[in-house]
C-alpha cells in the first residue's frame, strides 16, 4: 500500500533557523527522513515549513529539490514576499500557503483573507492551518472567505471538535497527524470525520514530531491500518492527500 505523507519538517542547519518561543530543534535533514521511512513506500508526500523557519525559503527549495518531484512545498509567505519568489516558489512545487495560529512565525491572521485568495487565484494553492479546534468558532467567519484550506493534526483539542465537523461537511482536509500532541482519540475522531466526508482525511507522519509529548513511531500506522478497511485505507494513506497536493 503506498503512502503519500501529507505533513513532516525538514530541519537542515545549513539553512537559517529562528528560535520560536525560545525552541530550536535539532536537525533532522532530507537523508534523516529517508532513513526513518525506509520501510515504508512513500509515494511522495508535502514538506511543511515550521515556526522555526519563519520566511526563509532557501531550505524549501533545497529540500523539493533533493526529495524529486513527487514531493510538495507548504510556505510560511509573508504579505509583501516579492511577486518574482512567489513565481520561483510555485516552479519549484510549492503548492500551499501555512498560517501557523498555534505557535506564530509565520504571517498574521488579518493578512489570511488577502494571501489565500491571492495565492489561490494566481496559482491555484491551498491554505494550511496550525490551529486548535478550540480556536476555530470565532474565526469561522474568516474562514469562509478562504477557499481552500486543510487544518492540521485533527485541530489538536477536543474542545471545539463539533466546529471541526462543520468544515469537514464543508469539503476542507484534515490532516491525520501528530497522535502524540494532540488531546484527541486519534482514531475516534477520524472515524468520525471519515463517516462525514470521506475524501477529507490525509495521514502525515508530521517527522521529526518536534515538541511533540510522545514522536511518531511505525504504531502509528499499524493503528490506521487495524482500524480501517482496504478501500478507507487508500484513501488515508494515499489518494486523499495526493489529489489536494496536485490540483495546484
Given at each position: ?22 525552541y ?28 522555526f523557519q ?51 512565525g ?22 494550511e ?12 467567519p ?13 485541530g489538536?483539542?477536543?474542545d ?38 470521506p ?50
Amino acid at each position: 500500500m503506498k503512502l503519500f505523507d501529507s505533513h513532516f519538517h525538514i530541519i537542515d542547519p545549513n539553512f537559517p533557523l529562528v528560535e520560536n518561543n525560545g525552541y530550536l530543534p535539532d536537525p533532522f535533514t532530507v537523508d534523516d527522513y529517508s532513513t526513518a521511512f525506509h520501510r515504508y513506500p512513500i509515494a511522495g508526500g508535502a514538506v511543511v515549513s515550521g515556526s522555526f523557519q519563519a520566511f526563509d525559503q532557501t531550505y524549501l527549495f533545497d529540500s523539493l529539490k533533493r526529495l524529486g518531484n513527487e514531493f510538495y512545498g507548504v510556505a510560511n509567505i509573508a504579505a509583501d514576499t516579492p511577486q518574482e519568489l512567489l513565481d520561483e516558489l510555485d516552479n519549484a512545487n510549492v503548492v500551499a500557503v501555512r498560517f501557523n495560529v498555534k505557535r506564530g512565525g509565520s504571517e498574521s491572521l488579518d493578512k489570511i483573507d488577502y494571501l489565500s485568495n491571492y495565492l489561490h487565484d494566481r496559482y491555484s494553492w491551498h491554505t494550511e492551518l496550525y490551529i486548535e479546534n478550540k480556536d476555530l468558532p470565532i474565526l469561522r467567519p474568516l474562514l469562509h472567505k478562504i477557499p481552500a484550506f486543510s487544518i492540521d493534526h485533527l485541530g489538536l483539542t477536543k474542545d471545539g471538535l463539533s466546529e471541526l465537523f462543520y468544515w469537514v461537511e464543508r469539503g476542507i482536509k484534515v490532516k491525520a497527524t501528530g497522535f502524540g500532541r494532540i488531546e484527541l482519540n486519534p482514531i475516534d475522531t477520524m472515524k468520525q470525520i471519515h463517516a462525514i466526508n470521506p475524501g477529507a482525511l490525509m495521514f502525515g507522519s508530521d517527522l521529526p514530531s518536534t515538541r511533540a509529548a510522545t514522536p511518531f513511531s511505525e504504531a502509528d500506522i499499524d493503528l490506521i491500518s487495524d482500524s480501517f478497511d482496504e478501500t478507507d485505507l487508500d484513501s488515508i494513506f494515499y489518494s486523499n492527500a495526493k489529489s489536494w497536493y496536485t490540483a495546484a
